[in-house]
């Protein structure tokens, strides 16, 4: 009894398992979200692309970087021109010569987007973002033009950058988050372009930015039923069901790994 008693008043071992279960939990929500070339090879793989070009840009002859970004911009006077170079180039540069913030823009939407989508349908949102709200801009830049609302020399501003690209895989990552993420996804969205509109007052992105946004709300319908798809399929090499060397612990114990990761993609 005098025993019993002792050990009455320490943590004992479901205690003890439940504080390692805790710590387990949150290794595993921290590493699944960690950009890696197996799980984001469209996000890391356009972020090395991005940082030579801004690189390029620092250390290169102003004149020739002046050159090449005019060669890629999509601005009317090159879509009309050259359109398929205009819209494949224009998103190889950042506006402006600092990278860093792009590393945290991508972290947080595209790498996120590709691993509940995979990196094909990841990179099929940025390109219907960046060529939709390109498109649409430009051509609202052409009409002015046409009117008499703007001078001609509107045809021929620089227009680079890969904003467009991230506020559509933002907009469709918000779909795949639950009501209280999506919201704050969306208002975070809303607030950058408001402040961007008020700010800047260039008709461009003023247009672009929304259209890039809500072109990956289009996308909800089909990105959701296909993170539901990925959420399903086993791990290759795994049999469905519980492994012989994973035993049943009893209620209340953490569940086995590939069970974790499957409720971490939905959060």
Request: glycine share 12%; proline share 5%.
């Given at each position: 009894?005098?025993?019993?008693?002792?050990?009455?008043?320490?943590?004992?071992?479901?205690?003890?398992?439940?504080?390692?279960?805790?710590?387990?939990?949150?290794?595993?929500?921290?590493?699944?979200?960690?950009?890696?070339?197996?799980?984001?090879?469209?996000?890391?793989?356009?972020?090395?692309?991005?940082?030579?070009?801004?690189?390029?840009?620092?250390?290169?002859?102003?004149?020739?970087?002046?050159?090449?970004?005019?060669?890629?911009?999509?601005?009317?006077?090159?879509?009309?021109?050259?359109?398929?170079?205009?819209?494949?180039?224009?998103?190889?540069?950042?506006?402006?010569?600092?990278?860093?913030?792009?590393?945290?823009?991508?972290?947080?939407?595209?790498?996120?987007?590709?691993?509940?989508?995979?990196?094909?349908?990841?990179?099929?949102?940025?390109?219907?973002?960046?060529?939709?709200?390109?498109?649409?801009?430009?051509?609202?830049?052409?009409?002015?033009?046409?009117?008499?609302?703007?001078?001609?020399?509107?045809?021929?501003?620089?227009?680079?950058?890969?904003?467009?690209?991230?506020?559509?895989?933002?907009?469709?990552?918000?779909?795949?988050?639950r009501p209280r993420?999506?919201?704050?996804?969306?208002?975070?969205?809303?607030?950058?372009?408001?402040?961007?509109?008020?700010?800047?007052?260039?008709?461009?992105?003023?247009?672009?930015?929304?259209?890039?946004?809500?072109?990956?709300?289009?996308?909800?319908?089909?990105?959701?039923?296909?993170?539901?798809?990925?959420?399903?399929?086993p791990e290759p090499?795994?049999?469905?069901?519980?492994?012989?060397?994973?035993?049943?612990?009893?209620?209340?114990?953490?569940?086995?790994?590939?069970?974790?990761?499957?409720?971490?993609?939905?959060?």
């Open positions: 009894m005098a025993g019993l008693r002792s050990g009455a008043g320490r943590a004992g071992p479901p205690y003890g398992m439940l504080r390692h279960g805790l710590r387990v939990w949150v290794v595993d929500w921290l590493l699944a979200r960690v950009p890696t070339p197996r799980r984001n090879p469209f996000a890391l793989g356009y972020l090395a692309v991005v940082c030579a070009t801004t690189t390029f840009a620092k250390l290169a002859d102003p004149g020739l970087v002046l050159r090449l970004q005019q060669a890629s911009s999509s601005d009317a006077h090159n879509l009309l021109q050259h359109p398929l170079r205009a819209l494949l180039f224009s998103g190889f540069w950042v506006a402006g010569t600092i990278w860093m913030p792009y590393l945290w823009a991508f972290a947080f939407t595209v790498a996120p987007l590709e691993r509940r989508v995979g990196p094909g349908r990841a990179a099929a949102v940025f390109a219907a973002g960046h060529v939709g709200a390109t498109l649409l801009s430009q051509a609202v830049v052409i009409a002015a033009v046409a009117d008499g609302r703007l001078a001609s020399g509107a045809l021929d501003h620089l227009d680079i950058g890969v904003s467009y690209g991230v506020l559509a895989s933002l907009g469709a990552l918000a779909g795949l988050l993420g999506r919201l704050l996804a969306l208002g975070l969205a809303v607030t950058l372009i408001v402040q961007q509109i008020a700010g800047d007052r260039d008709l461009v992105t003023g247009i672009g930015h929304p259209a890039a946004l809500l072109a990956g709300v289009a996308l909800w319908g089909r990105l959701r039923r296909t993170a539901d798809r990925r959420l399903c399929r090499g795994r049999r469905a069901g519980r492994r012989r060397s994973e035993p049943a612990g009893p209620a209340g114990t953490s569940a086995p790994a590939s069970g974790r990761a499957a409720l971490l993609d939905r959060m």
